[in-house]
Structure formats: C-alpha cells, structure tokens
C-alpha cells in the first residue's frame, strides 16, 4: 500500500527553469510533509518542510505549495541549477513526528 | 561522530549467506531507523528503535531480518541466508528525540549496498 505516491518519476529541466515535483497522500493524519534530497552514492538529506497549518513554505529557490482538501503537496524548485541534479523524496509523518512515509523519488536532471 | 556512518559501503554475498550491517548514529541520538531502499525507489520503513529498545518491527519483510541496538548506540541489522530480493541499499538514520517528541528531521547515513548473487 503506497500512502505517498510522486510524480513525475524523472524530470529533465534547462538551465534556469522551474521544477515542479507533486505529491498525493491518503492518510489524513499525516500532518509533517518534508522533501528530501539525495545525491548519488549519499543518503538523503531534508531540504525543506511544511505543516498543514499554511499553504506555502518558501526557503530560497525552494517553495512547497501544499492542498489539505485535495491531499496534495508539491515542490517547486527556481531558477533550477545543474547542481540542483538529485533525487528527491517527498515524505508524511503523523503527529509531526520522525516516523516517514516516502514517496518512490523524482529523478531530476538540470542540463546546463 | 559529526554524521551517521554505516558499514561496509558495499557487500556482495552469495545467495544463502548471512550478512550484517552497521550503523553508528549520531551521538547522543535517542531514534535510529532502519530503512530499505530498492534501486529506483523511495526508503521503506524496516524497524525504529527508542534508545536500546526496538519499538516497531513492522516493517521487516521476514524472519531472516533481525535488527539491534544493545547498548542505545551502534545497531546491526542482520540478514540470514541471504535470497537475491534482499539486494538494495539499506538506510540508517537517526533523530535526536524520541518518536513525536518533534524531533522530526533524520540524519541519513551514506547506506550499505547489498547485491545478493
């Protein structure tokens, strides 16, 4: 049972452009939805967070938008850089707390 | 130490052995996980400890997993007789609090690569 699905599961953006990466979740007790990133050959490493309590969280280029109705949350990446090439995971946890959920990963590739 | 560090990076073993794997997490830190990560895929969950006591096993496909962490420290997730779908990485992390203290970040190790041939 996947509670966390991601999409999409690769994504080739240029130089400067904006990635977009979502999230759907079906367990309504989630209420901590971090995004983490991972470097080949490293662990993954959070990158930002979001409670429910607001619909958006802004850290430099990174922005997660986040839909309590719709179950969804995304991260949006600006100005992608060829350094920002990872894969990222989006996560849920219930009560704020440490026990994740992951998503399957997005592969992300920024061509110089 | 300054991050969690697993051991050995990279194990190769036949099918039918047993294999072990390290994890030294980050002093002082109360959780530590265990995940598996399948090529291509996101962290599955295996097993959470609280300090020296394994709280949630739910996770662990099969009775030849077998997790510990005696003194609260360093664990060891063991796999006996090793079957090719055991190959993946496995994923330590761990976080300062105990479970829905609000100590919700986890500090991943680097994994061990396991191929089971």
């Known amino acids: 049972q996947q509670q966390v699905k991601q999409s999409p599961q690769s994504l080739i953006v240029q130089k400067g452009g904006i990635s977009i990466i979502n999230c759907a979740y079906e367990n309504t007790a989630f209420d901590y939805f971090p995004w983490y990133q991972q470097f080949p050959g490293k662990g993954p490493a959070l990158l930002i967070a979001?409670?429910?309590?607001?619909s958006e969280k802004k850290e430099g280029r990174f922005t997660i938008s986040f839909n309590k109705s719709a179950k969804q949350f995304s991260l949006h990446i600006m100005d992608s850089q060829p350094g920002d090439s990872a894969t990222y995971f989006c996560a849920a946890s219930i009560n704020a707390g440490n026990m994740l959920t992951f998503g399957g990963g997005t592969r992300l590739m920024v061509k110089p | 130490g300054a991050g969690v560090s697993q051991s050995p990076r990279y194990k190769v073993a036949k099918r039918g052995q047993d294999v072990a794997l390290r994890c030294d997490p980050i002093?002082?830190?109360?959780?530590l996980f265990w995940y598996q990560q399948a090529l291509g895929q996101g962290p599955e969950f295996l097993t959470y400890?609280?300090?020296?006591?394994?709280?949630?096993k739910s996770g662990l496909p099969s009775d030849r997993f077998f997790a510990e962490r005696p003194e609260g420290s360093v664990s060891t997730l063991k796999i006996q007789r090793t079957q090719q779908e055991d190959s993946a990485v496995y994923l330590c992390a761990s976080s300062w609090g105990a479970l829905n203290s609000g100590a919700n970040v986890l500090t991943f190790g680097a994994g061990s690569r396991l191929t089971v041939l």
């Open positions: 400890f609280q300090n020296e006591a394994q709280l949630d």
């Open positions: 979001i409670r429910p309590d607001v």
């Open positions: 002093s002082g830190h109360v959780s």
